[in-house]
């Protein structure tokens, strides 16, 4: 999450595509979708068949 709150507001436009893995611990899962959504992407969380089970989430979002 530092690093996604790291990114510029004038960068924002210049992102088309992101993929981040999440631990969904204290609510970051939601947390990482809504900044995406703010700033205006699509967001899609998927978790890969080792994962199942875990807390660990990649975060796809994109415009």
């Known amino acids: ?3 996604i709150s790291g990114i510029d507001e004038a ?3 210049l992102l ?3 993929v981040v893995e999440v631990a ?8 990482t ?3 995406f ?3 205006g992407m699509e967001v899609d ?3 890969m ?11 796809f979002a994109g415009r």
């Open 33 to 35: 979708e809504g900044v």
């Open 1 to 3: 999450m530092q690093v």
């Open 37 to 39: 959504r703010r700033h």
């Open 45 to 47: 969380v998927k978790q």
């Open 11 to 13: 960068d924002w436009p």
């Open 49 to 59: 068949p080792g994962c199942h089970g875990t807390d660990l989430h990649l975060v």
């Open 24 to 31: 969904d611990e204290d609510g970051r899962l939601a947390a």
């Open 16 to 18: 088309k595509n992101i």
